[in-house]
């Protein structure tokens, strides 16, 4: 069962990051202002913030493969109809379908993933997990950035389109799924309590800066670099590699919940310091922050996902952290219409510059937020 998930999840990621990163491009070409792409990537983020706990719900008391295999589907249908989409409202609309299959993708991948019993070390465990979601995105960057310049945008979403449905014959491999009757007072008690509200916190201004990536980044490189969407892609996946190189680190490490805190706020840190610098009109320092900010990242998403998966009981932990999941994903709505707005009025480098004095912030911010473990209890 771990491998699939391993190969689900590096399909689609490398479907969903490559489309999404090139998008803005697209939207250029169609004739879109900052606020537009801003408002469609806002709709992109807004499903999860509805749909990230009933999800979760259902993982707990349902199903996980099922959500799975109809979001995958639905995946590869939205990312036809995105090349289909002339105008703003109707690609809003399809973005809005777009946010849906992915969190439904995310939520029950990590559900099921936290209720895995069969590796007793938790940095192996998610170091590569979050291996596999990082794997895809830089392969997708590469080819599809070729593609993209060669063939057009819509020929690339016709090929994720297809490479995604294909990946549905691969939920077949999931084992027996267990479940539990949950009342809805023992998520209300998970939540809703100092420590998981302070760290709730600290996720939504993580997650601020994703805002930046699905919006300026591209058109950054463009306008910063003379970039065309070849180099634009290389720059991206390979720079990505980094994350994939700080995830497979934390794996190698033997579990530690101090050395772990400490690892996350410097990812915090290192993430937004690269971000911050990644603005230098020399290409090649600004690909060496960029590496650093995305080596940052990959501490991050992996010691999130072990914080995460030690903060609730397995029976509950699928709507549990599924709440968490809409905190960061109203983070990154957030980021998502300030920084866009905010760039193509003021700047494409501005978005970088207050996005990455949030993230070293929030770095500070963690000392409280981040919760402790001592003995095998969070506190």
């Known amino acids: 069962m771990i491998r699939t998930i391993h190969f689900i999840n590096f399909v689609r990621k490398l479907a969903v990051t490559t489309a999404l990163f090139l998008a803005p491009f697209h939207f250029l070409k169609l004739g879109f202002g900052g606020l537009e792409i801003g408002l469609v990537v806002l709709c992109f983020s807004f499903a999860p913030i509805v749909f990230s706990f009933p999800t979760g719900w259902m993982n707990d008391r349902l199903s996980m493969k099922r959500v799975i295999l109809a ?54 465990k998610y170091g590569i997990y979050n291996f596999w979601l990082a794997a895809g995105p830089p392969v997708g960057f590469v080819l599809g950035g070729f593609v993209a310049f060669h063939w057009g945008y819509r020929t690339l979403l016709t090929a994720l389109a297809a490479l995604t449905i294909v990946s549905t014959f691969a939920v077949r491999g999931f084992g027996a799924e267990k479940f539990s009757v949950v009342a809805l007072r023992e998520y209300r008690s998970n939540i809703f309590n100092k420590k998981t509200l302070a760290f709730s916190a600290f996720l939504f201004v993580l997650a601020l800066h994703w805002g930046v990536e699905g919006t300026v980044y591209g058109p950054f490189l463009r306008a910063r670099f003379g970039l065309d969407e070849r180099l634009v892609a290389l720059y991206m996946g390979l720079a990505y590699v980094g994350i994939a190189g700080a995830s497979l680190l934390v794996s190698r490490l033997k579990y530690d919940p101090r050395r772990n805190r400490r690892l996350l706020l410097l990812g915090m840190a290192l993430s937004g310091l690269g971000l911050v610098l990644m603005v230098r009109n020399d290409v090649r320092l600004s690909f060496a922050f960029r590496v650093i900010h995305e080596a940052g990242d990959g501490l991050m998403g992996a010691l999130v996902l072990l914080t995460i998966s030690r903060l609730f009981e397995k029976r509950t932990i699928g709507g549990s952290a599924g709440v968490l999941m809409s905190f960061q994903t109203a983070g990154q709505m957030t980021g998502a219409v300030v920084f866009s707005s905010l760039g193509y009025r003021l700047g494409l480098q501005v978005p970088f510059f207050l996005a990455g004095a949030l993230l070293l912030a929030n770095a500070a911010f963690g000392l409280y937020a981040v919760p402790r473990e001592n003995g095998g209890v969070i506190k």
């Open 71 to 124: 979001a995958l589907a639905g995946q590869g249908v939205v990312l036809l109809l995105i090349g289909l989409a002339r105008s703003a409202e109707f690609m809003a609309l399809v973005f809005l379908l777009f946010g849906i299959a992915n969190n439904a993708l995310d939520v029950s991948t990590n559900s099921l993933y936290y209720k895995d019993e069969t590796d007793g070390n938790a940095n192996r």
